[in-house]
């Protein structure tokens, strides 16, 4: 299964600016969709960006549309999440998932074969 790797979380102000990274251990099928989850303290996970590795694609969830930017580098098989004014609602664990499914953003239609990353913490302070 392919393996991902986070970076680049941390603790900001608000109004300041992370950039998460993902990397994958290699592109499969698996990996035709790639993007950001993230869960608050007692509330879901939810979607939050993914883009399609064969198009650049871009999905963005309402609630970051217009602050955050999803990219990536196919040739370092890594996709970058540029978050810029973030909001202490922003504050959550981010996760890495890579699957077909991911693009729509919905938790509930990702198989259990989705894979994830270990997850990164991304805390914004008022």
């Known amino acids: 299964q392919v393996q991902l790797a986070e970076s680049g979380g941390g603790s900001v102000q608000a109004g300041g600016s992370l950039r998460l990274s993902c990397t994958a251990s290699?592109?499969?099928?698996?990996?035709?969709?790639m993007g950001w989850f993230r869960q608050a303290p007692g509330k879901e996970r939810e979607g939050v960006a993914a883009i399609s590795t064969s198009n650049n694609s871009p999905y963005y969830a309402a609630s970051v549309k217009g602050r955050f930017t999803i990219s990536q580098d196919n040739a370092k098989k890594t996709v970058y999440l540029q978050m810029n004014s973030l909001k202490p609602e922003d504050t959550a664990m981010y996760y890495c998932?890579?699957?077909?499914?991911?693009?729509?953003?919905?938790?509930?239609?990702?198989?259990?074969?989705?894979?994830w990353g270990q997850g990164t913490q991304v805390t914004v302070s008022s």
């Open positions: 290699e592109y499969t099928r698996s990996t035709a969709c």
């Open positions: 998932a890579a699957d077909f499914g991911v693009c729509r953003l919905k938790l509930e239609l990702l198989p259990d074969s989705a894979a």
